[in-house]
């Protein structure tokens, strides 16, 4: 474990990052398939975040559930990747209401609720890009990337690949919703339950029990 990382989240201002799922939660849930990484290492967007790298975030993942998203929970390379992060690859909602396991003893994911951290590391151009931000930047090496990472992106010309990195998955999904806005700061009690979990991943205020059920990702471990 690298506890100077969790100290860093502890510390340092953190911005929202809202992602629908089965997105978000394949962006900081450890993969064994991945080598304990999360399965989706980039989140592309159409625009680039103006905040200096690297920018520390929560991972939200959106209340929303309807057709654009709920077909991709049943796609074999979406559903494979669910289950072996140890995820119900299906409708949350039912077992998210009863707070209880889907089938198979999976978890459902979460909805309308902060599921971890990261931290945006690098942001790379799509295409050859000409714009006075990223003219001297190569473009990311789609082939170069996971069969996973590429299918839980959209690597199309004009858009931007923000690399994760030091991603963590929260032990209990922090209930939030999310504004309308691309990046703003995490605060109010919303942080301070954030921070609770961070202090109990450092150790602090509880006891080694409680501490040992932080799951980890991608550059922590």
């Known amino acids: ?28 849930a450890p993969d064994p398939a991945h080598g304990g990484q999360p399965a989706k290492e980039h989140e592309t967007r159409h625009w680039a975040p103006f905040d200096q790298l690297p920018i520390r975030v929560v991972v939200h993942a959106a209340k929303r559930y309807d057709k654009e998203n709920r077909d991709h929970f049943t796609e074999p390379r979406f559903a494979a990747a669910l289950q072996r992060a140890g995820y119900y690859a299906g ?11 889907a089938p198979g003893v999976r978890r459902p994911v979460p909805l309308g ?32 990337l996971s069969d996973d990472d590429r299918a839980f992106g959209n690597f199309a010309p004009h858009r931007f690949a923000w690399h994760l990195t030091g991603t963590v998955l929260l032990p209990e999904p922090v209930p939030f919703s999310a504004r309308q806005e691309p990046l703003y700061a995490l605060d109010g009690r919303a942080r301070e339950l954030v921070d609770a979990q961070l202090d109990v991943m450092l150790g602090q205020n509880t006891s080694d029990g409680d501490a040992s059920r932080v799951v980890l990702g991608q550059g922590v471990a």
């Open 1 to 28: 474990m690298r506890p100077e990382m969790l100290a860093t989240y502890r510390t340092e201002p953190l911005l929202v990052l809202a992602l629908w799922q089965p997105w978000a939660i394949l962006c900081v």
């Open 91 to 101: 409708d949350p909602r039912p077992f998210l209401d009863r707070k209880a396991l």
């Open 113 to 144: 609720a902060i599921v971890g951290l990261a931290t945006i590391d690098r942001v790379l151009p799509t295409w050859p890009s000409t714009g006075d931000m990223f003219k001297a930047v190569e473009p990311i090496d789609v082939a170069s």
